[in-house]
C-alpha cells in the first residue's frame, strides 16, 4: 500500500495483529524484524529524524484503513530489541526506556531531551559526517555555519545534508572535530560556525 508521501508500506502493515505484541516467541521476533526494517526504511524515505515516544498520529504506525494504532514507544522497543537482540516481553514505560539506552549505545539513535524524543539514524553519525564532509569540499567550501546545516535553503537545497536537525549536527559537528577534518568557531557576530579542513 502506497502512502500520501510515496511510501510503499509492506503487507504486514494491514494486517491487524501486528499492532499488538505477539505473545508466541517466534512471532514476536518475526513481527520485530518487521517493525524495525519498516521504521528505518519509512524514516528514511521521509526525512523523519526524530520520533516522539508518545505521538499515536504518526503516519507510519497509524493505519486508519484497519483502525489500528502502534504506539510509538513499544515500536522503538521493537527496534532496540532487534538492534540488541533482546527478547524482554512486555516492558512497562521504565523498562522500555532502559532498552532504548541500549540502542542509543549501538548508534542507532540519540535521546534528544528526557527520553521523549528520540533521534532515529538510519545513517550513522560517523556516515552524517562523511556526507556533510564530502558536500563541503564539493562544493569547494571551507567554512560553514551551522544554521546552514539545519536549513533547507541556499546551496545545500535538494542535498542530502540539507534540514538536519540540530539534534544530529551537534554530534556530527564533534565527529568532525574528532577526526580533525573540521573545527568549530565562533563568528564575530557571534553565529557558530565549521572550519573545513
Request: hydrophobic share 40%; glycine share 8%.
Amino acid at each position: 500500500m502506497s502512502g500520501n508521501n510515496g511510501f510503499d508500506f509492506p503487507e504486514f502493515w494491514e494486517y491487524p495483529p501486528y499492532y499488538t505484541v505477539q505473545p508466541v516467541a517466534e512471532t514476536f521476533h518475526k513481527q520485530k524484524e518487521l517493525w524495525c526494517g519498516l521504521i528505518l526504511r519509512y524514516c528514511k524515505h521521509t526525512r523523519t529524524f526524530i520520533i516522539d515516544v508518545h505521538d499515536e498520529d504518526l503516519a507510519l504506525f497509524r493505519n486508519k484503513k484497519i483502525d489500528r494504532t502502534y504506539i510509538v514507544l513499544c515500536a522503538c522497543i521493537v527496534l532496540a530489541q532487534l538492534i540488541c537482540g533482546l527478547d524482554v516481553g512486555h516492558l512497562d514505560r521504565g523498562e522500555k526506556r532502559v532498552f532504548l539506552d541500549a540502542l542509543v549505545e549501538d548508534g542507532k539513535a540519540i535521546w534528544v531531551d528526557k527520553k521523549d524524543t528520540c533521534l532515529i539514524l538510519w545513517k550513522s553519525v560517523d556516515e552524517w559526517a562523511d556526507s556533510v564532509y564530502s558536500w563541503c569540499k564539493n562544493m569547494a567550501e571551507s567554512v560553514i555555519l551551522v544554521d546552514d546545516l539545519c536549513g533547507h535553503d541556499g546551496e545545500m537545497q535538494g542535498s542530502d545534508i540539507s534540514g538536519l536537525p540540530m539534534a544530529l549536527v551537534v554530534p556530527v559537528i564533534a565527529c568532525l572535530e574528532k577526526s580533525g577534518r573540521a573545527k568549530k568557531f565562533k563568528s564575530k557576530t557571534g553565529e557558530a560556525g565549521l572550519k573545513i579542513f
